[in-house]
């Protein structure tokens, strides 16, 4: 968010190359997240839960574990035995705590331009159309 010449705010658009990086460094951290949590997971189960498809995940796991980021371990609880679990090795575990950083940095820098945009538009309401906004708000 910039002031403009004329003292209105305008959103200031980022380039897409910048655009692609923080959303392909938020699927990582996504990523890294649910297998440090759940090295079981499914690349279908995966691709579900950041919304890509599963060859687009099968894509994305192949780059992390050739970054060093992940390997493959047989998962011993199956009896299918081409099942894998996705570990996050020690660079992994750095890499995920580096994106952790860098994600709360972002989405907490979204939030502050967010809530003030949300207390300017409230700002413009009067005190009847709040009250109303709120009933709507708890039925939602």
Known sequence: MRQSLCGSRSFVMPDNSSQRDRLREDAQFRILRMLDENPEMTQRDLARAVGVSTGGMHYVLSAL???GLL???NFRASDDKRRYAYVLTPKGVAAKADLTKKFLIRK??????????????KGELSDAELIELKGLSKRG
């Open 65 to 67: 574990v050739e970054k």
């Open 71 to 73: 390997k493959f371990s």
């Open 108 to 121: 907490l820098a979204e939030y502050e331009l967010l809530k003030a945009e949300i207390d300017a538009v």
